[in-house]
C-alpha cells in the first residue's frame, strides 16, 4: 500500500488547485464586475481574436518567464518574475469573463456571481483534467483570459457605464430556532 500516499497528494492538489482557481474567478467578479461583464462580452463577439492575442502577449511574457534562469543581473531577473505573477493575475481576472460565460450558458435567470460560480466550476474541472486540461487547455484558457483584458480595456473608462446599485445593509438577524 505504497501508493495510497501518491494517491491522496494527488487528489489533494488537484482539490486544491479546483478551489484556488474557483476562488481567484469568483473575487474577480466580485470585485470587477463590470469589467467581467466587458470580458464576457469580448467572448461572446471575438473568442479567437482573443485567444489569438492572448498567445502572443501572455505567451511571450510566459517564455521570457522560462528563460528567467539565464538572466545573470538579479534586478533585471526579479523583475521578470514580478512582471510574470502579474501578467498570471491579470490572465486570471480576464478569464473570469470566460467563466462568466460559460455560466450564462447554465444558467441565464441566476445573479451574476452564481453564474461566475458555475461556469468556474465547470472551468476549473476542464484546467485541472490530467494532460489535456493541464497541459494544454489551462495555458490557452489563461493566454485568452490576458487576450479579453487586452481588448476590453478596462483601464478606460467609459461615460455609459451604469452605477452599481448596493443593497442596504442587513438590520435583522435571523433566527435558527
Do not use: C
Not at 533585471?76 to 473570469?96: K, N
Request: charged content about 10%; aromatic content about 12%.
Amino acid at each position: 500500500m505504497p501508493y495510497t500516499g501518491i494517491v491522496l497528494t494527488f487528489v489533494a492538489v488537484h482539490a486544491a488547485a479546483f478551489l484556488i482557481l474557483l476562488g481567484y474567478w469568483v473575487a474577480s467578479a466580485g470585485m470587477f464586475p463590470q469589467a467581467t461583464r466587458a470580458f464576457a462580452e469580448v467572448y461572446d463577439r471575438r473568442p479567437v481574436r482573443a485567444a489569438l492575442v492572448g498567445i502572443l502577449t501572455y505567451g511571450f511574457i510566459f517564455l521570457v518567464f522560462l528563460q528567467n534562469a539565464k538572466i545573470h543581473n538579479g534586478v533585471l531577473r526579479g523583475g521578470v518574475f514580478i512582471i510574470t505573477v502579474v501578467t498570471l493575475l491579470i490572465a486570471l481576472i480576464g478569464s473570469a469573463g470566460l467563466a462568466l460565460r460559460i455560466g450564462r450558458n447554465l444558467g441565464s435567470s441566476a445573479e451574476p456571481w452564481r453564474q461566475v460560480l458555475r461556469g468556474a466550476a465547470v472551468l476549473a474541472l476542464v484546467f485541472i483534467t490530467p494532460l489535456l486540461g493541464s497541459l494544454f487547455l489551462l495555458h490557452i484558457g489563461l493566454a485568452s483570459g490576458f487576450g479579453a483584458f487586452l481588448l476590453a480595456k478596462p483601464w478606460k473608462s467609459s461615460a455609459s457605464a451604469e452605477p452599481i446599485a448596493v443593497p442596504p445593509p442587513v438590520t435583522t438577524v435571523p433566527s435558527f430556532s
